[in-house]
């Protein structure tokens, strides 16, 4: 079935490291992909996205990477900062004229220390 | 330019009781979804949106109704309430064509007691 899931529920990074968050996805029919960041008390962020043809997608301090042979998705967020912490969800979709739901994974933490 | 905007931002309901949560999309969007989401967990999605007309929904049962208006703003519903039901309740909207692209809202607390 559809399915998104991450692997680290909680991610330590020290201030100024790169953090990297795995995702793992089960549906090989999604072809567009997205990272959201969530704060607290606030409505999930668009970070980045993917769509299937590609297999990097770069923006300002992150990267996301698909891997398609092992259904992996990863966020890459370079010089983390405090700003950064926050829960991280990927989402996935299928592309189709009538209607795009996203299916979302349970989310990860990532706490940065100063 | 405001982003998608959800009242009220907290509610307090009792078991049985009906609730109307209410959305406003970004400016130049006209598709709007609603998702559910549970304590440490991810959004789920309810349904979505588009001319008026629920185009797409999720796996949740008949209690939870929705409505667009002309103006695109969204109304979602939910009847005989449960305690279950308590969750940050999220809108999110897409540009013209491209209802992929969700832009969330802050959420609506809904607590039932």
């Known amino acids: 079935g559809e399915s998104v899931g991450l692997h680290l529920p909680t991610l330590s990074v020290q201030e100024g490291d790169n953090s990297i968050i795995n995702c793992a996805y089960s549906?090989?029919?999604?072809?567009?992909f997205i990272w959201y960041k969530q704060e607290s008390g606030k409505g999930p962020q668009f970070i980045i996205d993917?769509?299937?043809?590609?297999d990097k997608r770069q923006g300002q301090r992150v990267t996301v990477l698909l891997n398609k042979t092992v259904k992996h998705l990863s966020l890459q967020i370079a010089a983390t900062q405090p700003g950064d912490s926050a829960v991280y969800f990927c989402?996935?979709?299928?592309?189709?004229?009538?209607?795009?739901?996203?299916?979302f994974g349970g989310g990860t933490r990532v706490l940065v220390k100063p | 330019d405001a982003g998608v905007t959800q009242s009220p931002t907290h509610l307090i309901k009792t078991r049985g009781q009906q609730v109307t949560l209410r959305c406003s999309p970004k400016?130049?969007?006209?598709?709007v979804s609603w998702y559910q989401q549970a304590l440490g967990q991810g959004p789920q999605f309810i349904f979505q949106?588009?001319?008026?007309?629920?185009?797409q929904r999720g796996n949740f049962p008949d209690r939870f109704s929705g409505h667009q208006f002309p103006n695109y703003s969204s109304e979602l519903n939910v009847n005989a309430l449960l305690l279950g039901d308590s969750a940050l309740y999220l809108c999110?909207?897409?540009?013209?064509?491209?209802?992929?692209?969700?832009?969330f809202g802050p959420g609506t607390r809904l607590t039932v007691t």
């Open positions: 999110a909207s897409s540009p013209l064509g491209v209802s992929y692209e969700q832009y």
């Open positions: 549906n090989s029919a999604s072809d567009y």
């Open positions: 993917i769509r299937s043809n590609m």
């Open positions: 989402a996935e979709n299928i592309l189709q004229a009538a209607g795009n739901k996203l299916t």
């Open positions: 400016s130049g969007h006209d598709t």
């Open positions: 949106y588009y001319e008026e007309e629920e185009r």
